[in-house]
Nanobody, 112 residues
């Protein structure tokens, strides 16, 4: 199971860090990442990180968001900087092993 946390209400330009804690060792998960669903939009992939640490990002967040692992805490984090209103969404973490597992969403709201 995955447990997402860290969402909240911030002003434009501020930062937030989302956390995704796993009930199994994250070293066992082939791929982990974050999706988001903005109001009225389809769910979109935000960032991924492989077991080997290779990362990918959506163009809309490149240079602002960083995905990384904290193996000691068995979590995957999403550092979100320079937030803007378009980043307002519910953020979901996921991980793949034999299947794809999802955490519950965490709401991020950016006000102008």
């Amino acid at each position: 199971q995955l447990q997402a946390s860290g969402g909240g209400l911030v002003q434009a330009g501020e930062s937030l860090r989302l956390s995704c804690a796993a009930s199994v060792s994250i070293s066992r998960l082939n791929l982990m990442g974050w999706y988001r669903q903005r109001p009225g939009k389809q769910r979109e992939l935000v960032a991924t990180i492989t077991n080997g640490g290779i990362t990918t990002y959506a163009d809309s967040v490149k240079g602002r968001f960083i995905i990384f692992k904290n193996r000691n805490q068995n979590t995957v984090l999403l550092q979100m900087n320079s937030l803007n209103r378009d980043d307002t969404a519910i953020y979901y973490c996921y991980g793949t092993l034999d299947n794809t597992y999802w955490g519950q969403g965490t709401q991020v709201t950016v006000s102008s």
